[in-house]
C-alpha cells in the first residue's frame, strides 16, 4: 500500500484511506522523521474518528486520550521522549494496546517487540518536493 499526500489538504483523505485499508484494526505505530507529518496524520484520522477534540501531539504527557462521538477511546501516544523501555511500563502501555481501542503511536520503535502481532505499521517519507509518502511496513 502507497498513499502520497501532495498538499495539506489531501490530509483528510489519506486518513479516511489508512481506516479503510487497515481492515479493521485498532494499533497503529507511525515511523518517520521528525517533522514528518505523524501527529498531523493522526489527527486527521482522529477526526475521521468523529473525536471533537483531536487536541495536539502528546510529546510532553506521553499519552492523549480523546473520545469518539459515540464515546469510545482514542489514544495519541508520542515515545518521543523515552528514553529506555522500562518507562512504559510506568504508565501502563499494555492496557492501552489491549484496551481494544483505537491507540495511535509516535514513535514507536523503542516498544516495537511489545506491539501486537497485528499492528498497522506505516512509515512516512517525505521527498525532496515535499511530498509525503505513506507505505505499509
Known amino acids: 500500500m502507497k498513499i502520497t499526500i501532495a498538499h495539506i489538504r489531501d490530509v483528510p483523505e489519506a486518513a479516511g484511506e489508512l481506516l479503510k485499508i487497515s481492515e479493521g484494526k485498532k494499533v497503529f505505530a507511525f515511523y518517520g522523521a521528525l517533522g514528518s507529518g505523524k501527529t498531523t496524520i493522526i489527527k486527521a484520522i482522529c477526526r475521521e474518528l468523529g473525536a471533537g477534540d483531536e487536541g495536539s501531539s502528546p510529546s510532553f504527557t506521553i499519552v492523549n486520550e480523546y473520545r469518539s462521538n459515540s464515546g469510545e477511546a482514542i489514544y495519541h501516544i508520542d515515545?518521543?521522549?523515552?528514553?529506555?523501555?522500562?518507562?512504559?511500563?510506568?504508565?501502563?502501555?499494555?492496557?492501552?494496546?489491549?484496551?481494544?481501542?483505537?491507540?495511535?503511536?509516535?514513535?514507536?520503535?523503542?516498544?516495537?517487540?511489545?506491539?501486537?502481532?497485528?499492528?498497522?505499521?506505516?512509515?512516512?517519507?517525505?521527498?525532496?518536493?515535499?511530498?509525503?509518502?505513506?507505505?505499509?511496513?
Not at 523503542?110 to 506491539?115: A, F, G, K, Q, R
Open 79 to 137: 515515545f518521543y521522549r523515552i528514553g529506555k523501555q522500562e518507562e512504559v511500563f510506568d504508565f501502563g502501555l499494555e492496557e492501552y494496546l489491549w484496551s481494544g481501542a483505537y491507540c495511535f503511536m509516535e514513535w514507536p520503535e523503542i516498544v516495537e517487540d511489545m506491539l501486537p502481532l497485528n499492528t498497522f505499521r506505516i512509515r512516512i517519507t517525505v521527498e525532496k518536493n515535499g511530498e509525503r509518502i505513506l507505505e505499509t511496513v
